[in-house]
């Protein structure tokens, strides 16, 4: 497994951006799809965007596709969550994931970070 640790939350006005950025430890990261996902207050966890091992490929939620951008850097050992026009309903913990496969299914995924708030006013 590896280890991550999310950074980048916070709160921020309707329209603003925020990147969001998780940091793996250990040498193999890029044996990893990655993937971001989020938990609002009384909801389910649900997946945001994943990327496969090489960056070659994404997958968005509907409601975030044209406004996030997930990008990864294997020689960082980092992914990144780029978030614009950001909306309230955007808010919610954020959470990056690493796993085996490029899956949008949180069971998927067996390593998880800490999570990192994002707050979106109206």
């Known amino acids: 497994q590896v280890q991550l640790v999310e950074s980048g939350g916070g709160l921020v006005q309707a329209g603003d951006s925020l990147r969001l950025s998780c940091a793996a430890s250990?040498?193999?990261?890029?044996?990893?799809?990655m993937g971001w996902f989020r938990q609002a207050p009384g909801k389910e966890r649900e997946f945001v965007a994943i990327v496969t091992r090489t960056g070659d490929s994404t997958y968005y939620l509907n409601s975030v596709k044209g406004r996030f951008t997930i990008s990864r850097d294997n020689y960082k050992n980092t992914v990144y969550l780029q978030m614009d026009s950001l909306k309230p309903e955007d808010t919610a913990v954020y959470y990056c994931?690493?796993?085996?496969?490029?899956?949008?299914?949180?069971?998927?995924?067996?390593?998880w970070g800490q999570g990192t708030q994002v707050t979106v006013s109206s």
């Open positions: 250990g040498r193999t990261f890029s044996q990893y799809a």
């Open positions: 994931a690493a796993g085996p496969t490029y899956s949008t299914i949180i069971r998927d995924y067996n390593s």
